[in-house]
């Protein structure tokens, strides 16, 4: 789809003309991104794209100035991010947010309980299940604040899946990894989208993004410029020239 398609709003997710702005300094201006049941769309672009405000408006940590989203075809634009997590989704955030005085179990049942609200022994085992999926199993007991970069993001993402969430918002999550531990998230994101879970991830890791896209949304200037197969997107000259003034990404 290029970015003067019509948006498919019957999509498990979709953003349709959203704007927003802070002040006088316009973010996004009329974006469009749909995603459907199952696939994993990465969005990329130039620092200061509005990538992450993007994610915010779908996550409804930030409010539309114009626009709608959209979840499974209900219009979710004016409802808060708790009750979109009840809706089924979840996100990830850029720099991890572990609540550090509660251990790594406890984390993960917050997901549970104040994301996908569940109570009793369904918390519990959604967390431990969350836990499990994310390799931190064996961690449980440890405190959030002692946890290294590579676990503290393998939390945020078990915190979100133990919301079980029909769509997954991930904020940068390989940012700061090695490349073995890079390897080893390209695995886990694989396993969580074989899930049926629809995944919408902004990353600047190319390579790590694109093991994993089925589509690549490219944002520059507020603007979406390209909305494709990811070799067709970083073929673009329109993309490569928003990158890098149209040298080699």
């Known amino acids: 789809m290029t970015a003067d398609v019509t948006p498919d709003v019957s999509a498990v997710l979709a953003a349709v003309g959203v704007a927003k702005s802070f002040g006088s300094l316009p973010v996004l201006g009329s974006v469009s991104l749909t995603a459907a049941a199952g696939e994993v769309v990465g969005v990329v672009g130039p620092n200061g794209a509005g990538k992450t405000t993007l994610l915010d408006l779908l996550a409804g940590t930030t409010h539309c100035d114009a626009g709608q989203v959209l979840l499974a075809g209900a219009d ?32 993960a049942l917050v997901g549970a309980m104040r994301g996908a609200g569940l109570r009793g022994q369904r918390a519990y085992g959604a ?67 074989a899930l049926g879970t629809t995944i919408v991830w902004v990353e600047h890791v190319m390579r790590v993004l694109t093991a994993v896209a089925t589509r690549l949304v490219c944002l520059a200037g507020g603007q979406v410029i390209a909305d494709d197969a990811p070799a067709a997107v970083l073929a673009s000259e329109a993309v490569r020239a928003a990158f890098l003034g149209g040298g080699v990404l």
């Open 76 to 107: 979710v634009t004016s409802l808060p991010p708790p009750a979109r997590a009840r809706l089924g989704l979840g996100r990830t955030f850029q720099v991890p947010r572990p609540l550090g005085d509660l251990t790594v179990f406890e984390n």
């Open 127 to 193: 967390a431990y299940q969350a836990l499990v999926f994310a390799g931190l199993a064996g961690s449980a007991n440890v405190p959030a604040a002692t946890l290294r970069l590579l676990d503290r993001k393998r939390l945020e993402l078990a915190r979100a899946l133990a919301m079980r969430p029909r769509v997954l918002l991930l904020d940068e999550i390989a940012g700061g990894l090695t490349d073995p531990e890079t390897e080893t998230l390209i695995g886990t994101i694989r396993a969580v989208n």
